[in-house]
Every structure is written in C-alpha cells, then in structure tokens.
C-alpha cells in the first residue's frame, strides 16, 4: 500500500511511514558452533569464483536509488506491506537455536516496493505485466500447492503485531465500506506436497 496513508504494518506499529518495502536481516552461524555442527568441507570452485567476483566493483549506482523527495503531484510512489488477504503461512521454529547465530554480525538489506511510475523512474523502462489474478489461475484449473509437514514446531503470532488491522478493516473506518476485492476463489485442483522437514538439508562451505 501506498506510504503515508495509515495502512501499512509500519505505519501502525512505529506511527511513523519513513521506510517502506521489507527489511531481511541476515546473521552468521558462530563459527564454533557451526564446525560442531557441520564437518568441515571446501568447495574450490566456488572458493575460485567468489575471489574472481571480489575483484570485480560490486557496487550499485545511486541513481538507482528511489528518490526521497518528489513534488506532492508526482504519480511515483513508494509502497509498504499491509496486513490483509488470505496467505495461509506458519513461521516455523529456529532448529538450531538462538545460541547457534552471532548476533553481532548482521546484515540488513532494503528492498523497496514501488509502484509503475516510480519503476519507470529508477529503471528508465516499463513495469512488467500485471500479475495475473487468483481467479483468472483458478479458471484454467492450473494447480495450488499446499505444503503438509505435521512435525513442524511453529511460534505464535508476535505481541507487537497483535492489534494490527487489514486494508479491509482500516476501509471499513474511513470509507464504511471495503475497497478490495475479497470475492472468494474457487479452488479445485490443490496438490498437496508432504516432507520431512530437515535443517540440515542445506549446507555452507568453506571458501
């Protein structure tokens, strides 16, 4: 949703709308409890292809950047998540446990959600395509994919999200009536996909 409207996540946990887009933070395994983890092992080529990227100026033009500061009338607009919709989601319980991470080591990155007008701005080319609907997917029957796993241990919804309210609702405040479309989709071809979920599946190597 558009920033500076009240809508987003943000907007309602902070007061304020000044970021926008989604942050993710990263954090390294401590290395002593990583080796005890996971033996060691080395990956020569990628070792090989990382030092040849390290050479190279990874660096991203700051024309690139969405622009902070634009006329009340400009069209180009930065956008932020709001709570709503009907995305069945779990957040599943860190495996390796909080003694496991150096959380002195983070990384953030920014990835900002814009609209047409400003894409248009920041790239000099036009947006994509609009995804196409939930209902329009469904009408050719193409399949959803649910992913089953009864052995995962989930954590409960956040305290600092309880009181949060959807686009609907916050519609429903301003304009007694809700704006998006909530039509229910039709779904008939679910595939059902069930795994063992393993931590250990993915590793790092040494390089």
Known sequence: MQLGEGYTIEGQVTGEENVGGVQVICYRPKESERLKKFPKITAPLMKKECEKMSKKKMCLSSSLSAPRCRSAKSEA?????????????????????EEFWDVDSKSRIFIHIVNSEMYRQIT?????????????????????FDWYNENLETIRKSEILENVKSVSEIDQEKYGVSLQNNT????????????????????????
Do not use: C, F, H, M
């Open 124 to 144: 000099g080319e036009n947006p994509p395509n609009t995804p196409v609907s939930a209902q329009t997917y469904s009408s050719y029957n193409y399949p959803w």
């Open 77 to 97: 607009k930065e956008l932020g998540i709001a709570a709503g919709g009907r995305i069945k989601q779990n957040i599943v319980k860190d495996a390796y446990g």
């Open 184 to 207: 229910t989709v039709k779904i008939n071809n679910v595939k059902v996909i069930k795994d063992n979920y393993n931590p250990n599946n993915v590793r790092d190597g040494d390089w």
